[in-house]
């Protein structure tokens, strides 16, 4: 069952689903930049949309990544060494999930709630107003056997995750 945590003074003004209680926690300790995101993501959700977020996902350990990823790497399409994931085609640069990184950097949302056109809308939106940089995009909605609505910020400017 979700929890509804509200952020403003007026509780119909902006409020964020939880879809497990220690979620909250892990909010509190993700990047700064991240949480803003979230609170635009919630505000236009609310007002323009009459919908809430729900939260599913935000931080990740290496465990849990093999285990997600456990189809793909098995097909070959990246590696892990030593901890590091290694795309297939490039060993040379390791990635981590913005999941993994000390200050989190991404947070999963549930998309089922919108659709498609909504859900393009709030991409629009956050993709103009808060770019990811380098082509990438900061809202991603993914169509997996898991769909979900995932958003990211980029790592801090001349250092590791």
Known sequence: M?????FCRRSKDLEIGFKIKRLEKEFERADPRLRAIL????????????KKLLITH??????????LHR??????????VNGEKFYSEDRKKPTLS????????AVDLRN????????FKMKKHLDFWFPYGGGRPTF?????SDEHIHLQVPGEIGGRL
């Open 140 to 144: 991603l909605c993914h169509k997996n």
């Open 71 to 80: 189809e793909r790497i098995a097909q070959g399409f990246f590696v892990w």
């Open 39 to 50: 609170f635009e993501l919630a505000f236009l959700a609310k007002s323009r949309l009459k």
């Open 98 to 105: 913005p999941h993994q990184s000390k200050s989190c950097r």
């Open 112 to 119: 089922r709630d919108f659709i498609d056109e909504e859900i």
């Open 2 to 6: 979700s929890k509804i945590k509200r």
């Open 58 to 67: 935000i931080e990740r350990t290496q465990k849990e990544q093999n285990l």
